[in-house]
């Protein structure tokens, strides 16, 4: 006797072979999904904590006379980008350094005025206009400081960006930006090997293109 549609649908639904073949396909995208998203964060946290302490390491040696010229600095800043590197090979790092007379100049950072139209002021250095230029180097700085690390006594800020892809190619399925970008930032004085270089007044300049 043929059976009906009713027999055979009870018969399936008793039926447990493969049962859990089926349920591990379900659950392991969702269960993988979350081990690599931990790894992943965690490695990131893991480059973070080590771009840290290599930058504060380093910052403290940049701020003896010893480390004054550029091929020193060169010398302090490779040793942050190889520790850096081994935990992420195909990283990006990038170095900057901005230097003021005292900690109140560096924390405000405030741009150098410009002397622009009320009218069109954007407040930025555009060509046809002139600003104070405060540090006498010449050029507009956005962020109120001299580039490098200055001299004696200077304060200095110290920043490293770092981009690199994740540790996975599984970010758009996690809701995660294809690549991580950390950013660690210092702040310390120069050691006093010598005597402040004087700042001297400001002096009204042309912005560039003028």
């Given at each position: 006797m043929i059976a009906s549609a009713t027999e055979w649908f009870g018969r399936f639904s008793r039926h447990e072979s493969g049962a859990s073949i089926l349920e591990f396909g379900l659950i392991a995208p969702v269960?993988?999904?979350?081990?690599?998203?931990?790894?992943?964060?965690?490695?990131?946290?893991?480059?973070?904590?080590?771009?840290?302490?290599?930058?504060?390491t380093m910052a403290r040696n940049s701020a003896l006379e010893s480390s004054a010229?550029?091929?020193?600095?060169?010398?302090?800043d490779l040793r942050v980008k190889e520790s850096v590197?081994?935990?992420?090979?195909?990283?990006?790092?990038?170095?900057?350094?901005?230097?003021?007379q005292t900690f109140s100049e560096a924390a405000s950072s405030r741009a150098e005025s410009v002397i622009e139209d009320p009218a069109t002021a954007n407040f930025r250095?555009?060509?046809?206009?002139?600003?104070?230029?405060t540090n006498r180097n010449g050029t507009w700085d956005a962020d109120g400081g001299s580039k490098g690390q200055g001299g004696a006594r200077d304060v200095v800020i110290i920043k490293y960006k770092v981009k690199y892809p994740r540790l996975f190619p599984l970010a758009k399925f996690m809701g995660l930006p294809a690549n991580v970008e950390l950013e660690s930032n210092s702040i310390l004085a120069n050691q006093p090997y010598g005597e402040q270089a004087a700042k001297g007044q400001p002096v009204q300049t042309n912005c560039p293109g003028f």
């Open positions: 269960a993988m999904l979350l081990i690599f998203g931990t790894m992943d964060i965690g490695h990131s946290y893991f480059v973070r904590a080590t771009l840290n302490g290599a930058m504060q010229n550029p091929v020193q600095l060169d010398a302090v590197l081994a935990l992420a090979p195909g990283a990006t790092i990038t170095t900057s350094r901005s230097y003021y250095c555009d060509a046809g206009e002139s600003f104070w230029d």
